[in-house]
């Protein structure tokens, strides 16, 4: 894991300073080593999280004769696979080279064959061209410039760029980009070609099966493996399934946090205590979330009120797991696979419901994904997402909507809670769902602060200037420290929205 800086240029290099800068504003990305590339026409940086080849994954990474050359944000889950085909050309041990040796071997479109969640910039020196890719659903982030002169510039997150350029742009999820191709589409998420029989029984299995599978690939690492838990049904079946399957030296380790009292703590000390994990917990006060709002906003580079919102707890239970781990596997994606949003249950045909769930699915790079990404990076942590696997998110699709919508009366997620039946204690198994900001208590404390930080004419004042749609007085607070943060225009127009209705 670690931050990319990729640029192409005939001019306009930056000098040793100024990649020294670029590379420092990421440092919380990567802290273990930093280092940079200067050839003809490119400069590539990176900082280093190491979590697979600890010894030789140093970046950029060259193939022998030095033609070509990659840095790669993020995890190739299936490299042990990838590997066995070019195991006697591999210069490291680092699932990163991967990405260079498809491209040697297979050319650009080799892109296709990644199982991971990444980001990339691969210079071509023999060729004089690069590929820029990021993963299918965005889980890795990427943005890029380019100007008159055709300098292109890319990096991990809008702070980086801004040092380079003014105007940034999101790079989208799915796509590669040459200078000869422009931006390719190769992979989306679409309607399954052939759904499922309505055979409870049947998809149960393959819902168990197939997200198991995906928490096993999600424990590849060369270092400690941990699980954030708030004692609700997402994270505790991916702390159930993790603890069955984690081979490290020590037993899982389980996190949490919230305010004195909170649902997320006295139930995530519940389900630590069933499954036997290796438990942390923080509580954190009043005073406490409110002095870090301006932090998180920096780190998450959104003013989205539901987005910061549920930032912010976020951002404590990744310093505390810092504290114990390097990665850390989450509960997010459940709710877009299985139907979890109350508004869901008026989507009453399968491609009608499927419809919806791509589209929120295909959001989640800017709005549940960059939260996730960003408040674990803002304490050198990786976070991995297991609900997110394709084949899942693929299995999930095949559902029938009877299946999967939750009626008047019934749990959401019921055939998610079946699948794993006896795997959890039975209340925490059917559990009603709860937004992470409201069980960990965030939610009172930050409209209250809000309410007593903007006035009714600075909310005014904020609506009839700002050059998008303010809502509330959180919104607007949000919104203020975002612009100071990052004044230039560009960087309003790269904050999502939250997707659901």
């Known amino acids: 894991m670690l931050i990319i800086c990729g640029i192409f240029a005939t001019t306009g290099m930056l000098n040793k300073t100024e990649m020294d800068q670029v590379l420092e504003s990421m440092e919380h990305r990567g802290p273990?080593?930093?280092?940079?590339?200067?050839?003809?026409?490119?400069?590539?940086?990176?900082?280093?999280?190491?979590?697979?080849?600890?010894?030789?994954?140093?970046?950029?990474?060259?193939?022998?004769?030095?033609?070509?050359?990659?840095?790669?944000?993020?995890?190739?889950?299936?490299?042990?696979?990838?590997?066995?085909?070019?195991?006697?050309?591999?210069?490291?041990?680092?699932?990163?080279?991967?990405?260079?040796?498809?491209?040697?071997?297979?050319?650009?479109?080799?892109?296709?064959?990644?199982?991971?969640?990444?980001?990339?910039?691969?210079?071509?020196?023999?060729?004089?061209?690069?590929?820029?890719?990021?993963?299918?659903?965005?889980?890795?982030?990427?943005?890029?410039?380019?100007?008159?002169?055709?300098?292109?510039?890319?990096?991990?997150?809008?702070?980086?760029?801004?040092?380079?350029?003014?105007?940034?742009?999101?790079?989208?999820?799915?796509?590669?980009?040459?200078?000869?191709?422009?931006?390719?589409?190769?992979?989306?998420?679409?309607?399954p070609e052939n759904m499922r029989k309505p055979n409870q029984e049947a998809i149960c299995q393959t819902i168990n099966d197939t997200l198991t599978h995906a928490v096993k690939k999600r424990l590849l690492s060369d270092v400690e493996v941990g699980v954030l838990l708030s004692g609700g049904l997402d994270s505790s079946l991916i702390a159930a399934i993790a603890k069955e399957h984690y081979k490290g030296k020590t037993p899982l380790k389980s996190f949490c946090v919230g305010s004195e009292g909170s649902e997320d703590v006295l139930r995530a000390r519940e389900v630590a205590k069933a499954l036997g994990t290796d438990h942390y917990e923080y509580i954190y006060t009043k005073e406490e979330l409110v002095e870090v709002i301006r932090t998180v906003i920096y780190h998450l580079e959104s003013y989205e009120p539901s987005l910061v919102r549920s930032a912010l707890p976020n951002y404590f239970v990744s310093k505390l797991a810092s504290q114990h781990v390097k990665v850390i596997l989450s509960g997010e994606g459940a709710d877009e696979l299985f139907a979890g949003y109350d508004y869901l249950k008026d989507y009453n045909t399968t491609e009608v419901l499927n419809d919806e769930i791509i589209r929120i699915i295909n959001s989640l790079h800017n709005i549940n994904l960059q939260r996730a990404d960003r408040m674990s990076m803002a304490h050198s942590l990786e976070l991995r997402v297991p609900f997110l696997d394709l084949k899942l998110i693929d299995e999930a699709l095949k559902i029938p909507a009877e299946l999967k919508l939750h009626k008047e009366g019934q749990m959401e997620k019921t055939i998610l809670r079946k699948a794993f039946d006896g795997v959890l204690p039975e209340n925490v198994l059917w559990r009603k769902k709860e937004e992470f900001s409201e069980g960990s208590g965030a939610l009172d404390i930050l409209e209250q602060h809000a309410n007593e930080t903007i006035s009714d004419d600075e909310l005014k004042t904020y609506q009839q200037e700002a050059t998008v749609e303010l809502r509330s007085k959180q919104e607007t607070l949000y919104y203020k420290i975002f612009k100071e943060l990052f004044p230039s225009r560009s960087a309003v127009e790269t904050v999502g929205k939250w997707a659901t209705a």
């Open 32 to 191: 273990d080593e930093g280092k940079d590339v200067r050839l003809n026409h490119f400069h590539l940086g990176h900082q280093r999280l190491s979590i697979i080849g600890l010894d030789d994954g140093i970046q950029p990474i060259t193939n022998r004769d030095k033609t070509k050359w990659v840095v790669v944000n993020g995890e190739i889950y299936n490299y042990p696979q990838l590997k066995q085909k070019y195991e006697d050309k591999l210069l490291t041990q680092s699932d990163s080279e991967i990405v260079l040796k498809l491209y040697e071997d297979e050319g650009v479109d080799s892109i296709k064959k990644l199982d991971g969640m990444f980001a990339f910039f691969l210079a071509d020196e023999e060729n004089n061209t690069f590929v820029a890719g990021r993963d299918t659903l965005g889980i890795k982030p990427l943005y890029y410039a380019k100007d008159e002169n055709g300098k292109y510039v890319f990096a991990s997150e809008l702070k980086t760029l801004y040092l380079m350029t003014d105007d940034v742009y999101e790079f989208p999820a799915g796509h590669y980009y040459t200078p000869e191709t422009g931006f390719v589409c190769y992979r989306e998420i679409q309607q």
